[in-house]
């Protein structure tokens, strides 16, 4: 399964979702593969840490950046079970050049109207690369939500997502916790940190299970 989590927006926790559904999938024994395409390298960076700590099972961590990205992923899909893509937050060809190849895309958005309004350009993007990927699932996840029961902001964005033929909403929805940021420091995904939060792990899971699924 080769899965993109992408999106034209910093700072929405596209490396957080990624790095924890590496973390989770490797878990389960499967041979996993992140690709990094963000010159920043934070999935990268969050990789060697692991290493560091030695923590197991290991993830593998590559970078990729530039136009030949579909051919390489290609070429690793042969050899890893599953790849998971981290894309920096603008649009950028590595972005573009990996919705092409990619089975499902995931768009971490932050529930305010900046981060709503950028959908209109990957409802764009992923229209013109379904024309040379038809199966492309695209689905946007409302992350690092306010933990208060009374803000009901997926109601607006799931309205909202009514208007895109290619965007739907996911059913999870991430929250911003602290534990997060704890895991994401020592090289850990949110179900391997302890102590355990709970609630972090559980709505983790639920998306780990919307994003690999009958796979
Ligand atoms: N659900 C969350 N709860 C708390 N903190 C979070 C959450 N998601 C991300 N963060 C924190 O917010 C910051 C940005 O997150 P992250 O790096 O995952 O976003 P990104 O979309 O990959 O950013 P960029 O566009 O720069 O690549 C990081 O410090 C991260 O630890
Ligand atoms: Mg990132």
């Known amino acids: 399964m080769i899965i993109l989590i992408g999106g034209e927006k910093g700072g929405t926790g ?39 700590e030695g923590i197991t099972p290991r ?15 290609q070429d690793l899909a042969s050899r890893y079970e599953d790849i998971i893509i981290d894309a920096g937050g603008r649009d950028s060809i590595e972005l573009r050049s990996a919705l092409v190849v990619t089975e499902r895309l995931f768009v971490p958005i932050q529930p305010s109207q900046f981060d709503i309004w950028t959908l209109n ?14 199966d492309l699932v695209a689905k946007v996840i409302i992350s690092r939500a306010s933990t208060n029961p009374s803000v ?28 997060y940021r704890k895991a994401a420091k020592d090289g850990l995904s949110i179900a391997e ?4 939060d709970q609630k972090a792990a559980a709505e983790m899971e639920l998306l780990y299970e919307e994003v690999f699924g009958d796979e």
């Open 152 to 179: 009901h902001e997926s109601n607006d964005t799931a309205k909202l997502l009514n208007d895109f033929d290619n965007l739907d909403l996911s059913e999870s929805i991430i929250r911003d916790r602290i534990a």
């Open 14 to 52: 596209k490396t957080t979702i990624a790095t924890n559904m590496a973390a989770m999938r490797a878990l389960t024994g499967r041979d996993v593969l992140l690709i990094d395409t963000d010159p920043q390298g934070s999935a990268n960076y969050w990789a060697q840490s692991r290493d560091e």
């Open 59 to 73: 993830v593998a961590c590559v970078q990729k950046f530039g136009k030949g990205l579909p051919k390489e992923v």
């Open 193 to 196: 940190l302890k102590p355990k």
């Open 121 to 134: 350009q990957m409802e764009e993007l992923v229209d013109t690369a379904k024309a040379f990927n038809p």
